[in-house]
């Protein structure tokens, strides 16, 4: 790794800093199976980087991290902090990183250029509006085209492709804006123009009685429970980020043509109309990355998902630790992952490097961020302990101390990834028993140490889909255990209803399973109330049904049976088990044999993955195709 460190560097001072750009660029390349970006020239590297390597904040000096209060120069803090990152085990500048020439580490610039070119929300399917992307790459460009440091770029941060809204946005559009009159044509074209199908799945605003009304500026249609809206919806999406993908690729292409377009850095979630859209327009699809439980584990989906919606390699432009023990005073205000001490830290984030790397698809993971944040919180009133250094320019050595090894093992775990792929499902599924008691109040999934001996990967939806979560599952002699991390963004005010969110549209966890006493059938759905917390946000409320044999929901009592985690949406964290009683024995022994089928199926039933097969509707008794299981012993 060390020797490695030395060729990229010498690699980079060859290319001559504010020389023009060499003819042979960085670029991706799979090796059985495996991603890389590679450097100039060819050889490959595991892009291991940190954001916002920069001096910092003037105006923030009394209480954030600002170089001049340590180094007497720009080139002194440069040089120095260059080589605190290469000591530690980082090869890469990530995004929001100072691009001086003084360091020869590559970079990652983030640049804004959709929302520069005002693509997201105004009109991006005007006649105008690939010049005028074009015009705008060519500024927010220009102050790297000439660094050979640069790889490629961010083309934004956190584009969500949040459907609903963009619904809903354009929609609600005066007709003189295009972007209106394309999801106008893809609503009349859905229905056949015929205005009854359209009634069968959306309820349109008072007054709104036809297509044409349609086209009025200020027009609505919510989702009517029990239709299929929300699929026209998720084409819309697909549209729209389709064409912002294509048109900042096609200007990053006009004005510097050699440098990887890498994406638009998806907020800690990922929209699966949106990835496929971008399919032909990346050269490396970015993600941000909330790690899913203090142990560091990654939900393995996530990855695995991409890994089949795209063609690309995937990096993972910000992942974090952070702790409520720190020397910056920081409070972490909000969800993201943030732990009780330092030590906590370490071990969490080391061992997320560890889970990111064995991903054959993922080239790169970039630490958010170099320091921690200013004292009192950023502008937009963030507050976290996220820095390798405090604000005060002193490392966290605990943290450190982890991630360095971690750091300089990662492009070996990365190159014997190839193996990493989940193995075809067994005739029999071998469900393991609990490591230790649960605990269905604590908040926390810290009582499943092994998260991967625990998971059934098996889970299928129809293509060109994928699982959009994990299911888990153990067993002890009270019963069957499960947990369920996965993600599903929903508008909860686009669905038109009176009273309480009906059970039909919501998030659901259906599960059947034959003990020996017969096929018993729950569902744990999840009901949205905005959340305590965080406002304009939701939280999920649990509910545990028994699903009788003519479709009835009788109601058990979840208390001490289900838990939802205090994720906010997008994120869905489950916990739950099924007591033996309720699968018609006295408790659950080694070697007794289960059938089963689990269904998991989004709000709206925009989608639903399954292991086994499904039956159809509530009322279905009997398990079709079932999974053939067995309570392992060890």
Same mark, same amino acid.
């Given at each position: 790794?060390?020797?490695?460190?030395?060729?990229?560097?010498?690699?980079?001072?060859?290319?001559?800093?504010?020389?023009?750009?060499?003819?042979?660029?960085?670029?991706?390349?799979?090796?059985?199976?495996?991603?890389?970006?590679?450097?100039?020239?060819?050889?490959?590297?595991?892009?291991?980087?940190?954001?916002?390597?920069?001096?910092?904040?003037?105006?923030?000096?009394?209480?954030?991290?600002?170089?001049?209060?340590?180094?007497?120069?720009?080139?002194?803090?440069?040089?120095?902090?260059?080589?605190?990152?290469?000591?530690?085990?980082?090869?890469?500048?990530?995004?929001?990183?100072?691009?001086?020439?003084?360091?020869?580490?590559?970079?990652?610039?983030?640049?804004?250029?959709?929302?520069?070119?005002?693509?997201?929300?105004?009109?991006?399917?005007?006649?105008?509006?690939?010049?005028?992307?074009?015009?705008?790459?060519?500024?927010?460009?220009?102050?790297?085209?000439?660094?050979?440091?640069?790889?490629?770029?961010?083309?934004?941060?956190?584009?969500?492709?949040?459907?609903?809204?963009?619904?809903?946005?354009?929609?609600?559009?005066?007709?003189?804006?295009?972007?209106?009159?394309?999801?106008?044509?893809?609503?009349?074209?859905?229905?056949?123009?015929?205005?009854?199908?359209?009634?069968?799945?959306?309820?349109?605003?008072?007054?709104?009685?036809?297509?044409?009304?349609?086209?009025?500026?200020?027009?609505?249609?919510?989702?009517?429970?029990?239709?299929?809206?929300?699929?026209?919806?998720?084409?819309?999406?697909?549209?729209?980020?389709?064409?912002?993908?294509?048109?900042?690729?096609?200007?990053?292409?006009?004005?510097?043509?050699?440098?990887?377009?890498?994406?638009?850095?998806?907020?800690?979630?990922?929209?699966?109309?949106?990835?496929?859209?971008?399919?032909?327009?990346?050269?490396?699809?970015?993600?941000?990355?909330?790690?899913?439980?203090?142990?560091?584990?990654?939900?393995?989906?996530?990855?695995?998902?991409?890994?089949?919606?795209?063609?690309?390699?995937?990096?993972?432009?910000?992942?974090?630790?952070?702790?409520?023990?720190?020397?910056?005073?920081?409070?972490?205000?909000?969800?993201?992952?943030?732990?009780?001490?330092?030590?906590?830290? %370490?071990?969490? @984030? $080391?061992? !997320?490097?560890?889970?990111? &790397?064995?991903? *054959?698809? /993922?080239?790169? +993971? #970039?630490?958010?961020?170099?320091?921690?944040?200013?004292?009192?919180?950023?502008?937009?009133?963030?507050?976290?302990?996220?820095?390798?250094?405090?604000?005060?320019?002193?490392?966290?050595?605990?943290?450190?101390?982890?991630?360095?090894?971690?750091?300089?093992?990662?492009? %070996?775990?990365? @190159? $014997?990834? !190839?193996?990493?792929?989940? &193995?075809?499902? *067994?005739? /029999?599924?071998? +469900? #393991?028993?609990?490591?230790?008691?649960?605990?269905?109040?604590?908040?926390?999934?810290?009582?499943?140490?092994?998260?991967?001996?625990?998971?059934?990967?098996?889970?299928?939806?129809?293509?060109?889909?994928?699982?959009?979560?994990?299911?888990?599952?153990?067993?002890?002699?009270?019963?069957?255990?499960?947990?369920?991390?996965?993600?599903?963004?929903?508008?909860?005010?686009?669905?038109?209803?009176?009273?309480?969110?009906?059970?039909?549209?919501?998030?659901?966890?259906?599960?059947?399973?034959?003990?020996?006493?017969?096929?018993?059938?729950?569902?744990?759905?999840?009901?949205?109330?905005?959340?305590?917390?965080?406002?304009?946000?939701?939280?999920?409320?649990?509910?545990?049904?028994?699903?009788?044999?003519?479709?009835?929901?009788?109601?058990?009592?979840?208390?001490?049976?289900?838990?939802?985690?205090?994720?906010?949406?997008?994120?869905?964290?489950?916990?739950?088990?099924?007591?033996?009683?309720?699968?018609?024995?006295?408790?659950?022994?080694?070697?007794?044999?289960?059938?089963?089928?689990?269904?998991?199926?989004?709000?709206?039933?925009?989608?639903?993955?399954?292991?086994?097969?499904?039956?159809?509707?509530?009322?279905?008794?009997?398990?079709?195709?079932?999974?053939?299981?067995?309570?392992?012993?060890?």
């Amino acid at each position: 790794m060390r020797i490695f460190f030395k060729f990229l560097l010498a690699t980079l001072v060859c290319l001559g800093l504010g020389a023009p750009v060499a003819a042979a660029p960085f670029g991706a390349v799979s090796d059985n199976g495996v991603w890389w970006l590679t450097l100039p020239g060819g050889p490959r590297f595991f892009s291991i980087g940190a954001d916002t390597v920069n001096g910092g904040d003037k105006t923030l000096r009394d209480r954030g991290y600002y170089f001049e209060n340590f180094y007497p120069t720009e080139a002194a803090w440069a040089a120095d902090t260059q080589q605190r990152l290469y000591a530690w085990g980082f090869n890469t500048r990530g995004g929001w990183s100072d691009p001086t020439t003084a360091m020869t580490l590559p970079i990652v610039p983030e640049i804004d250029l959709g929302r520069n070119a005002r693509l997201h929300w105004f009109d991006p399917f005007a006649p105008e509006a690939l010049e005028k992307t074009i015009a705008t790459a060519r500024v927010v460009t220009a102050p790297y085209r000439d660094n050979p440091a640069v790889i490629g770029y961010f083309t934004d941060n956190e584009v969500g492709w949040w459907n609903a809204p963009l619904f809903k946005w354009y929609l609600g559009n005066e007709w003189a804006i295009y972007a209106k009159r394309h999801v106008w044509r893809m609503i009349y074209d859905h229905y056949g123009g015929k205005w009854n199908r359209l009634l069968a799945d959306f309820v349109p605003a008072p007054g709104c009685n036809s297509f044409e009304d349609l086209k009025k500026g200020g027009a609505e249609l919510k989702l009517r429970p029990g239709g299929q809206g929300i699929q026209l919806i998720s084409k819309v999406t697909a549209a729209c980020a389709g064409r912002y993908y294509e048109l900042v690729y096609k200007a990053l292409r006009a004005v510097d043509p050699t440098r990887l377009v890498m994406g638009d850095r998806l907020p800690l979630y990922y929209n699966q109309d949106a990835v496929l859209a971008s399919r032909g327009h990346l050269d490396v699809l970015s993600t941000n990355y909330n790690v899913d439980t203090p142990d560091g584990w990654v939900a393995p989906y996530y990855f695995e998902g991409l890994a089949k919606l795209t063609n690309t390699p995937v990096l993972i432009s910000e992942f974090f630790f952070a702790a409520n023990e720190n020397r910056s005073g920081n409070v972490n205000n909000g969800h993201l992952m943030h732990v009780a001490t330092q030590a906590e830290r %370490a071990v969490g @984030a $080391a061992a !997320a490097v560890r889970h990111f &790397a064995a991903f *054959p698809n /993922v080239a790169g +993971i #970039h630490w958010f961020q170099y320091y921690d944040e200013p004292h009192g919180g950023r502008g937009d009133g963030e507050d976290f302990n996220m820095g390798l250094v405090d604000i005060h320019n002193a490392p966290y050595e605990k943290l450190l101390a982890a991630m360095v090894p971690a750091n300089r093992e990662a492009p %070996a775990i990365h @190159a $014997a990834s !190839a193996a990493n792929r989940p &193995a075809p499902q *067994p005739e /029999v599924v071998p +469900i #393991h028993p609990a490591a230790q008691p649960l605990s269905l109040t604590d908040g926390s999934l810290a009582d499943w140490p092994d998260k991967a001996g625990t998971r059934l990967p098996w889970f299928r939806l129809p293509a060109p889909y994928v699982p959009f979560g994990d299911v888990h599952m153990s067993w002890d002699a009270k019963g069957l255990n499960l947990f369920h991390l996965a993600q599903n963004y929903a508008d909860l005010f686009l669905l038109a209803y009176e009273g309480e969110f009906p059970i039909s549209e919501t998030y659901q966890l259906q599960i059947a399973v034959d003990a020996g006493a017969g096929v018993r059938r729950f569902a744990a759905c999840l009901l949205p109330r905005p959340h305590s917390k965080y406002s304009g946000r939701f939280e999920l409320s649990p509910r545990l049904f028994r699903i009788e044999d003519d479709g009835s929901l009788r109601r058990i009592d979840e208390t001490g049976l289900v838990q939802v985690l205090d994720k906010p949406l997008p994120h869905i964290a489950l916990e739950m088990t099924l007591p033996a009683s309720e699968l018609g024995v006295a408790a659950l022994t080694p070697g007794m044999p289960l059938t089963m089928h689990i269904g998991v199926t989004t709000f709206y039933r925009e989608m639903t993955m399954r292991l086994g097969a499904a039956p159809r509707g509530f009322g279905k008794s009997a398990i079709d195709r079932p999974v053939k299981a067995v309570l392992a012993d060890k």
